[in-house]
């Protein structure tokens, strides 16, 4: 954990990686803004690498496994579970970060996808998430998403999830974990997102620049299919916001359950590289009309 002090006051930012210790685009980016020296015009910027034990971890030969050692440190953000008595290496951590998580009045979360996908921002299901993902502009592709079943991100975290409290996060996805071009996309969400906290006012030169605006496509989830079986299967491969004409076709089996589309032009949102029970097989939405700026 390191914190980067601004010359002028302003507004506290987390910029968060390996949450997930395979995810190394986030940490990559990071590392190259504290090796530059770098500090924001405005507040205070605290840069967390995550999940530093299951990253230690990571070995090429097995590039899936060290995505957590215990459990999934982005499903352990509720008050209940960090004020638990349970015990785990992902949790002894999460409650070592808590703290800087509450102090910061903005979030970015960097992941990475493990199939191929374009990089997106997940903004949540609150009117604030969308704002922020319209000020950043970068990525894209914005997915106002509502979470999983099986556990709180740290992405919707107490007040970031709380539509009464100014508070905002988002989480970017920046392409596939081992794409090589992922870090960069990685680095420019962290200057957009910057800027749109008021805390940067130009891009540094030693960084990438931002792509020009353009509209940023938002996409909202309705429906996050959770497996329920051990006989789960695509009915073909899907990468990432494929869009299926008509409702009621079906595009997965869950056990005897047949998962159809709910309505018509219906996006598939990051399915699943293997669908294991308990897990988000898939998210579906809808495009709509973007965020306020
Ligand atoms: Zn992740």
């Given at each position: 954990?390191?914190?980067?002090?601004?010359?002028?006051?302003?507004?506290?930012a987390?910029?968060?990686?390996?949450?997930?210790?395979?995810?190394?685009?986030?940490?990559?980016?990071?590392?190259?803004?504290?090796?530059?020296?770098?500090?924001?015009?405005?507040?205070?910027?605290?840069?967390?690498?995550?999940?530093?034990?299951?990253?230690?971890?990571?070995?090429?030969?097995?590039?899936?496994?060290?995505?957590?050692?215990?459990?999934?440190?982005?499903?352990?953000?509720?008050?209940?579970?960090?004020?638990?008595?349970?015990?785990?290496?992902?949790?002894?951590?999460?409650?070592?970060?808590?703290?800087?998580?509450?102090?910061?009045d903005f979030l970015l979360?960097?992941?990475?996808?493990?199939?191929?996908?374009?990089?997106?921002l997940?903004c949540g299901?609150r009117e604030k998430g969308r704002i922020l993902a319209a000020k950043m502009g970068?990525?894209?592709?914005v997915?106002?998403?509502?979470?999983?079943?099986?556990?709180?991100?740290?992405r919707?975290?107490?007040?970031f999830?709380?539509?009464?409290?100014a508070k905002s996060s988002v989480?970017?996805?920046?392409?596939?974990?081992?794409?090589?071009?992922?870090?960069?996309?990685?680095?420019?969400?962290?200057?957009a997102f910057?800027?749109a906290c008021?805390?940067?006012?130009?891009?540094?030169?030693?960084?990438?620049?931002?792509?020009?605006?353009?509209?940023?496509?938002?996409?909202?989830?309705?429906?996050?299919?959770?497996?329920?079986?051990?006989?789960?299967?695509?009915?073909?491969?899907?990468?990432?916001?494929?869009?299926?004409?008509?409702?009621?076709?079906?595009?997965?089996?869950?056990?005897?359950?047949?998962?159809?589309?709910?309505?018509?032009?219906?996006?598939?949102?990051?399915?699943?590289?293997?669908?294991?029970?308990?897990?988000?097989?898939?998210?579906?939405?809808?495009?709509?009309?973007?965020g306020k700026d």
């Open positions: 954990m390191t914190t980067l002090e601004g010359a002028k006051p302003g507004p506290t987390m910029v968060s990686a390996l949450i997930h210790g395979n995810e190394l685009c986030g940490a990559i980016a990071l590392d190259r803004l504290l090796s530059t020296k770098f500090s924001p015009d405005r507040g205070r910027l605290i840069v967390a690498f995550a999940n530093v034990a299951a990253f230690s971890r990571f070995d090429a030969a097995h590039p899936y496994a060290s995505r957590f050692i215990d459990e999934d440190m982005n499903r352990l953000w509720s008050r209940e579970t960090l004020n638990g008595t349970r015990k785990s290496t992902e949790l002894a951590r999460a409650r070592e970060l808590r703290q800087f998580a509450e102090s910061a979360d960097i992941h990475s996808t493990s199939l191929p996908a374009p990089a997106m997940l299901s970068y990525p894209f592709h997915v106002a998403d509502i979470g999983h079943t099986s556990g709180v991100r740290l919707d975290f107490g007040a999830n709380n539509g009464a409290s989480l970017v996805e920046c392409g596939q974990h081992f794409d090589k071009n992922s870090p960069t996309v990685a680095l420019k969400s962290i200057v910057l800027k008021g805390m940067l006012d130009d891009t540094p030169e030693q960084f990438p620049a931002l792509p020009r605006r353009r509209g940023q496509k938002f996409i909202e989830v309705s429906h996050a299919i959770t497996i329920r079986s051990d006989g789960f299967a695509f009915s073909r491969e899907f990468r990432c916001f494929e869009t299926i004409a008509k409702a009621g076709t079906r595009f997965a089996q869950d056990g005897t359950r047949e998962i159809v589309t709910p309505y018509d032009d219906c996006v598939l949102v990051m399915p699943a590289r293997q669908p294991l029970r308990g897990q988000t097989a898939v998210r579906l939405g809808r495009y709509v009309a973007g």
